[in-house]
């Protein structure tokens, strides 16, 4: 199952986002599992703020 989830962010940050989505779907191209993809994920230090921020920003979204 897939969701989408929409968040506003800078360039910058954006361009993180979608490098790390472009290093993500390499990792499914090397047969990586689940597990070790997110562990990898995790080390690459992505841009992410608080997850309560994150909640309160995504419930807004959908409300507005």
Do not use: W
């Amino acid at each position: 199952m897939t969701k989408r989830l929409q968040i506003s962010g800078s360039k910058r940050e954006c361009s993180h986002i979608q490098a790390a989505a472009r290093r993500y779907e390499a990792l499914g191209e090397a047969g990586l599992g689940p597990r070790e993809a997110l562990a990898l994920l995790k080390s690459l230090n992505a841009p992410v703020g608080p997850v309560e921020t994150m909640i309160e920003e995504s419930i807004a979204g959908r409300y507005s």
